[in-house]
């Protein structure tokens, strides 16, 4: 379940790499994903204009996946086709991230189980952030998790323990291994590129 390419809603990863936004339609909720300087994803619900998750990374750095961006990047612009397409819809740019201390957020009710009726949104944001990765040539996705958020990485997406000389936890997902491997999300190819993601939005069948 999930890779069945009849399977699950569209999302455009090629809109989203190219005009900074793509629309993703569900059964319970209506999202717009976006993204800012190739490492911001914000995602938004369409219906209440309200910013709802987000995810920060940064291919250039050794940590990708940590603790969220400070001042100035946090204030990268929006793309001019978003703001084009959404120029009348008011979103509350103030509070995109209601927790800045970390890098990866979900709000409570858009999550599995949640009260929208939304499954794996978390997954959608990290395999934009591993595509984009991909696409760079980065091979090892780094990631320093928060909390304890160790066994998360490690069931979800495969993560290894990276050696380090200190005493925090590094992670590192095996991009060429791992994105074709994730559980609710189909890689959608054409010319050899990825365009599109299917994604299973229900709970998992046991």
């Known amino acids: 379940m999930g890779n069945n390419p009849e399977d699950g809603h569209i999302l455009n990863y090629r809109g989203l790499k190219e005009d900074g936004y793509a629309v993703f ?109 991909f696409e760079a040539g980065v091979e090892v996705f780094i990631i320093k998790p928060t909390g304890d958020r160790t066994r998360y990485y490690r069931s979800k997406f495969w993560a290894q323990i990276r050696p380090t000389t200190g005493d925090d936890v590094l992670l590192g997902i095996n991009i060429p291994k791992v994105r074709r491997k994730l559980k609710h999300i189909a890689l959608q190819e054409v010319d050899g590129k990825t365009h599109f993601f299917r994604v299973t939005g229900h709970p998992d069948i046991r």
């Not at 910013?51 to 990268?76: C, E, H, Q, T, W």
């Not at 939304?118 to 997954?123: C, S």
Request: charged share 25%; hydrophobic share 40%.
């Open 25 to 133: 339609e569900t059964d319970s909720v209506n999202l717009v994903f976006t993204l800012r300087g190739g490492c911001m994803i914000d995602v938004f619900d369409l219906d209440s204009s309200t910013p709802v998750a987000y995810l920060d990374f940064d291919i250039k750095r050794n940590v990708m996946l940590g603790y969220a961006f400070g001042s100035p990047i946090i204030g990268l612009p929006f793309s001019n086709q978003f703001r084009k397409a959404f120029g009348k819809t008011i979103f509350p740019f103030r509070n995109l991230r209601p927790r800045h201390e970390v890098g990866f957020f979900v709000e409570k009710s858009y999550r599995n189980k949640g009260e929208k009726g939304l499954w794996n949104l978390d997954e959608i944001m990290l395999a934009i952030a591993l595509e984009t990765a």
